[in-house]
T-cell receptor, first 115, second 109 residues
Framework: DVKVTQSSRYLVKRTGEKVFLECVQDMDHENMFWYRQDPGLGLRLIYFSYDVKMKEKGDIPEGYSVSREKKERFSLILESASTNQTSMYLC??????????????FGEGSWLTVV | KQEVTQIPAALSVPEGENLVLNCSFTDSAIYNLQWFRQDPGKGLTSLLLIQSSQREQTSGRLNASLDKSSGRSTLYIAASQPGDSATYLCAVRPNDMRFGAGTRLTVKP
């Protein structure tokens, strides 16, 4: 069974803290993504990675960074958490877009509250 | 920049009705379009994937169509059930993946 695992389901952090959200996939996928989801705004892409050590900015990269040292793991880092980063964060993975039938798979989400 | 719009934002129907959810996108240069279901507080589950060369895909009571030239897709749900209540999202794939805001469906018993 396909699996994308986000290590933390619920986190509460203080303003200014450094926050790490971890995501692991077991499908040997090249592409991995981080989105945030907010009511009324839908899913917005923060960063994506199409290979180890490669990354591309999405629509809202400000205040975030990412790390992909191994193919199966894609980490999202909030350098200095702020209250406007309170959200649900979703990780996903897929084969490259050129591969026919390349379904994207999502993790269960990480609810982050910054106080 | 690719923009994806879903209409309606919310829909409430009685059990047993057939219904159609709409998705439109601004740039027809896509690799594929995918429909997802999201239950409250959960991640997304893929329902149907349509490659850019295809016109439709079917899975059980679900049928999704794609008209790439007009930038439209529809998700048809036959004989709706209360268990179909969820938010339905469509997404198109250039190199990353762009989502609509979703349609929140409620099926009343």
């Amino acid at each position: 069974d396909v699996k994308v695992t986000q290590s933390s389901r619920y986190l509460v952090k203080r303003t200014g803290e450094k926050v790490f959200l971890e995501c692991v996939q077991d499908m040997d996928h090249e592409n991995m993504f981080w989105y945030r989801q907010d009511p009324g705004l839908g899913l917005r892409l923060i960063y994506f990675s199409y290979d180890v050590k490669m990354k591309e900015k999405g629509d809202i990269p400000e205040g975030y960074s990412v790390s992909r040292e191994k193919k199966e793991r894609f980490s999202l880092i909030l350098e200095s958490a702020s209250t406007n980063q309170t959200s649900m964060y979703l990780c996903a993975s897929s084969t490259p877009e050129t591969v026919v039938g390349n379904t994207i798979y999502f993790g269960e989400g990480s609810w982050l509250t910054v106080v | 920049k690719q923009e994806v719009t879903q209409i309606p934002a919310a829909l409430s129907v009685p059990e047993g009705e057939n219904l159609v959810l709409n998705c439109s996108f601004t740039d027809s240069a896509i690799y594929n379009l995918q429909w997802f279901r999201q239950d409250p507080g959960k991640g997304l589950t893929s329902l149907l994937l349509i490659q850019s060369s295809q016109r439709e895909q079917t899975s059980g009571r679900l049928n999704a169509s794609l008209d790439k030239s007009s930038g439209r897709s529809t998700l048809y749900i036959a004989a709706s059930q209360p268990g179909d209540s969820a938010t339905y999202l469509c997404a198109v794939r250039p190199n990353d993946m762009r989502f609509g805001a979703g349609t929140r469906l409620t099926v009343k018993p």
